[in-house]
């Protein structure tokens, strides 16, 4: 719930700005989108499951550094990531609440910035976690997984990716869960690249400040890839 409203209010705040920077008209759509946002929403997931037994260990390369959160301070930097919040409201303290539940994190810098995240879970809060995975003994959920629009093209995403699984199969679990927006194809299709399947989808309707969830499991991969 509390995530939720931080989400509305990030919006409102949005909407504040496109009325100051492009007018009437675009904030008006704005607006009617966000109110349209608050009184329902409906969003659709695929599940995705990654075999953990092939996860090898990464190290860093002539681009990117890589260093595992070890201390609340290591995630302080993240405020500096550009786009990150569109993802996680508010992601420092975000992901400080994750790291205090045991949640472990693995940031990519460039020239010494950082640019990029992945963390894992293996719990779901629903405080915490906008959509609630069904887990099993072994699993661990893989979230917040980001990078910078600059870095996309460098193989930034690719070793982060890595890392947690890799991350992951060290600590003993044996497959890694991740969620995808069934039309950001370009996403799903690149988790399916680490020994990944999916193995169902997750469709979330909220009306007011209601949640409905409604998990599909497959038996079989029905999109033939």
């Given at each position: 719930?509390?995530?939720?409203?931080k989400?509305?209010?990030?919006?409102?705040?949005?909407?504040?700005?496109?009325?100051?920077?492009a007018g009437?008209q675009?904030?008006?759509?704005s607006?009617?989108?966000?109110?349209?946002?608050?009184v329902?929403?409906?969003?659709e997931?695929?599940?995705?499951a990654?075999?953990?037994?092939?996860?090898?260990?990464?190290?860093?390369?002539?681009?990117?550094?890589?260093?595992?959160?070890t201390?609340?301070?290591?995630i302080?930097?993240?405020?500096y990531?550009?786009?990150?919040?569109?993802l996680v409201?508010?992601?420092?303290?975000?992901?400080?609440?994750?790291?205090?539940?045991g949640?472990?994190g693995?940031i990519a810098?460039?020239k010494n910035?950082?640019?990029?995240?992945?963390w894992?879970?293996d719990?779901?809060n629903?405080?915490l976690?906008?959509?609630?995975?069904?887990?099993?003994?072994?699993?661990?959920?893989?979230?917040?997984?980001f990078?910078?629009?600059?870095?996309?093209k460098?193989?930034?995403?690719?070793?982060l990716?890595?890392?947690?699984?890799h991350?992951?199969?060290?600590?003993?679990y044996?497959?890694?869960?991740?969620?995808?927006?069934?039309?950001?194809?370009?996403r799903?299709?690149?988790f399916?690249?680490?020994?990944?399947?999916?193995i169902?989808e997750?469709?979330?309707?909220?009306?007011?400040?209601?949640n409905?969830f409604?998990h599909?499991?497959?038996?079989d991969?029905r999109?033939?890839?």
């Amino acid at each position: 719930m509390n995530n939720l409203i931080k989400q509305l209010i990030q919006s409102l705040i949005h909407t504040g700005n496109v009325f100051k920077k492009a007018g009437l008209q675009e904030g008006s759509k704005s607006l009617g989108e966000t109110l349209r946002k608050i009184v329902y929403s409906k969003h659709e997931f695929y599940l995705l499951a990654h075999d953990l037994e092939s996860a090898k260990p990464v190290k860093n390369t002539l681009r990117y550094q890589l260093k595992a959160v070890t201390c609340l301070d290591d995630i302080e930097c993240l405020a500096y990531l550009h786009g990150l919040s569109t993802l996680v409201p508010f992601p420092v303290q975000y992901l400080k609440n994750v790291f205090i539940e045991g949640g472990v994190g693995v940031i990519a810098f460039y020239k010494n910035a950082p640019v990029g995240c992945g963390w894992l879970s293996d719990t779901i809060n629903p405080q915490l976690m906008r959509v609630p995975v069904p887990m099993e003994s072994g699993d661990i959920y893989i979230h917040s997984l980001f990078v910078e629009r600059k870095e996309r093209k460098h193989g930034c995403a690719r070793l982060l990716i890595r890392a947690v699984l890799h991350t992951a199969r060290e600590n003993g679990y044996k497959r890694g869960l991740s969620i995808v927006l069934k039309n950001k194809i370009s996403r799903w299709k690149f988790f399916l690249l680490f020994k990944g399947k999916i193995i169902g989808e997750v469709i979330h309707t909220r009306v007011l400040l209601k949640n409905f969830f409604k998990h599909k499991m497959w038996s079989d991969n029905r999109l033939n890839l």
